[in-house]
């Protein structure tokens, strides 16, 4: 069946340091949609992607959309604090599945 | 708007006890699920359903009942709750336009502990 695998599973950055987490799925995806969920709270929706190729870029963070539609990638730029938090990608094959999400923590 | 709203916020079952989980949105979407958090695993569908009077089963639908008798309910039952269901569960919807979905709106999650 459809399985969304993300990586790494965990990042620790220095305050500035740039971070990316990759997302790679079993089928072609119709869409990929990105999620983070800040430490005991619940996913927050941050962008989605649906064409080939598509970069889309907000503030420090910019997300694409691989050419055959099987994996994305989400980049932050110079990373601050505000940004701790699990990032998810969740791609629709048939369902929508989450990957197992990227734990990010920044050190000041 | 209120958005997605969970009930409750936290729960503690003994083994074999049932219970609803009520989820309600006021945004109209026609698109809602549930899925359980549990670390390391991400987000697994459980049920969703794209409009009242159907659902479908996700991806570990086994142990759980949903049906949606109105556009903004869509509660989950545990039928005999067991350890393993111990996880938090979140409900979530969406716009959806011609089969496309956009981005999920999720509920602040219900904490359940099966002892």
């Known amino acids: 069946g459809q399985q969304v695998m993300q990586i790494p599973q965990y990042q620790h950055v220095q305050e500035g340091e740039d971070f990316t987490t990759y997302c790679n799925s079993s089928t072609t995806l119709s869409n990929i949609q990105w999620y983070k969920q800040r430490p005991g709270g619940h996913p927050v929706f941050l962008i989605q992607?649906?064409?080939?190729?598509e970069v889309k870029k907000q503030k420090r963070l910019t997300f694409q959309f691989g050419e055959a539609k099987k994996n994305s990638s989400l980049h932050i730029t110079a990373t601050q604090t505000t940004d701790v938090g699990t990032y998810f990608c969740a791609g629709k094959g048939g369902d929508m599945r989450f990957g197992a999400g990227t734990r990010l923590t920044v050190k000041p | 708007n209120a958005g997605v709203t969970q009930t409750p916020k936290f729960q503690v079952l003994k083994t074999g006890q049932s219970m609803t989980l009520q989820c309600a949105q006021d945004?109209?979407?026609?698109?809602m699920s549930w899925y359980r958090q549990d670390p390391g695993m991400g987000l697994r569908l459980i049920h969703y359903s794209v409009g009242a009077g159907i659902t479908d089963q996700g991806e570990v639908p086994n142990g759980y009942n949903v049906s949606r008798s109105t556009t903004e309910d869509f509660p989950l039952r545990l039928l005999s709750a067991a350890p393993s269901q111990t996880s938090v569960y979140f409900c979530?919807?969406?716009?959806?336009?011609?089969?496309?979905?956009?981005?999920?709106?999720f509920g602040s999650g219900t904490r359940l502990t099966v002892v």
């Open positions: 992607l649906v064409k080939s190729g």
């Open positions: 945004m109209n979407h026609e698109y």
């Open positions: 979530a919807s969406s716009y959806s336009k011609q089969f496309f979905y956009y981005g999920y709106t």
